[in-house]
């Protein structure tokens, strides 16, 4: 670790109001470092207050120090919370703005590497035909043009994609004359196929996100969402529920459900052991409401295993990582190093795996620039979310899974 170098920073009427100092190296115009070491962070003088839905640094302060330690926070890109923060990001990170769109839910970004393209969707209301979306968005990286794309037939309401061994696998929430499905698309063709829409003659409620495993198999998340906005005329069939899906077979099985929250992000540790969850419980459907003792929370299970160490489709060992700093996590992704990178707020938030700790925050810009989900790249990675498309690049460690 670099040796800390005492950083300072000083605004109109304050006379250098302290964050901790951040490393050598790293830009204080970029980074925050914020550690409860400091007293202004571990004991706030005066009035404080926010709620779960805020960021930290939105709080409603009356002490003038306080109130400028965070004016910094929200003009930062990457704020620490732990020391490991600053080796995993380095000090050559930046975040730009890509794309600006308007404040609406895009989701399931997927990078696709040979063509060096940006796949990701708009989803639900406004827009579309009562939310409904027949079309996806194409981003080429090279020139920063986008473009809208049909599939060939078209679908509808694309939720989660995974970029898997040469073509896109996505998940919708169905739409007025579909039910749910899981479907492969083809990046060259752009022709779609169905590969599953029931679970034993039982339709799903509408699925959320995805993630597949190194053999191949699937792991959906079937939520409240798409069916909370009456994209399809039928009721929820299940709780939110967490299916397996044998991808040779195309076999599926219950792995989990949600009693009294949402199934959304989901993600898989390196080497396929840990399964983690996100519950979005917090955003209620029918009626449309925030509700702040709502599910917000990051669950970890393990898989049984037979006697000869063969993963069984069983989660054991259910356990809290983390809950949100704010609002709620959605999109779940996890690096190569283990470290678990969730979408939600004004920001990406980077957790430990073990102990759920919050090592830090990248940020968009805040202003209602909120992350939804991202995707990996080797040293990057593209987070979409309301206000458009951000790349995160020259991250020091490297995040793509092999």
């Not at 009721?235 to 899906?245: D, E, G, L, M, Q």
């Not at 077979?249 to 898989?268: C, F, H, Q």
């Not at 939804?372 to 206000?387: A, F, S, T």
Request: proline share 6%.
């Amino acid at each position: 670790m670099v040796e800390k170098a005492v950083a300072f920073f000083s605004l109109v009427a304050l006379a250098q109001c302290q964050l901790d100092g951040v490393p050598a190296g790293f830009n204080t115009d970029r980074w925050s470092w914020v550690s409860y070491e400091n007293p202004l962070v571990a004991v706030i003088p005066g009035h404080f207050n926010r709620t779960v839905f805020d960021a930290p640094s939105a709080a409603n302060v009356s002490d003038e120090r306080v109130a400028a330690i965070n004016k910094h926070i929200n003009a930062s890109s990457f704020v620490a919370y732990d020391e490991r923060f600053f080796d995993i990001i380095g000090p050559d990170a930046t975040v730009e703005q890509l794309q600006v769109l308007p404040f609406q839910v895009h989701e399931a970004p997927c990078y696709i590497p040979e063509q060096s393209q940006l796949f990701f969707v708009e989803w639900g209301p406004p827009g579309g035909d009562n939310g409904t979306h027949d079309y996806q968005y194409l981003l080429d990286l090279k020139t920063n043009n986008l473009t809208k794309i049909r599939t060939i037939p078209p679908t509808s309401n694309v939720h989660g994609c995974v970029y898997h061994k040469g073509s896109l696998h996505v998940v919708t929430d169905g739409g007025p004359d579909e039910t749910p499905y899981l479907a492969t698309i083809n990046p060259n063709s752009w022709e779609r196929k169905t590969i599953l829409n029931n679970y034993y003659g039982r339709p799903f409620i509408s699925f959320n996100d995805l993630e597949i495993d190194g053999e191949g198999n699937y792991y959906l998340t079937d939520s409240l969402s798409g069916w909370g906005r009456d994209l399809h005329p039928f009721s929820a069939p299940t709780r939110p529920t967490v299916y397996f899906v044998n991808g040779t077979s195309l076999r599926p099985k219950e792995l989990a459900y949600v009693k009294d929250g949402n199934a959304n992000g989901i993600s898989l540790s390196p080497d396929g052991k840990t399964l983690y969850l996100a519950d979005t419980g917090a955003s209620e459907v029918k009626p449309s409401r925030r509700n702040p003792h709502g599910g917000r929370d990051l669950w970890a299970w393990d898989f049984a295993t037979t006697a000869s160490g063969a993963r069984l489709p069983v989660l054991t060992n259910q356990r809290l990582i983390s809950t949100a700093m704010q609002y709620f996590y959605d999109g779940v992704r996890v690096s190569e190093g283990g470290w678990i990178f969730v979408a939600g707020g004004e920001v990406v938030d980077v957790l430990d795996p073990e102990s759920g700790l919050t090592l830090g925050s990248i940020r968009v810009g805040g202003g209602g620039n909120d992350p939804v989900n991202l995707v990996l790249g080797e040293h990057e990675l593209w987070i979409v979310g309301k206000g458009g498309v951000w790349h995160a690049k020259g991250i020091h460690e490297r995040l793509k899974r092999t």
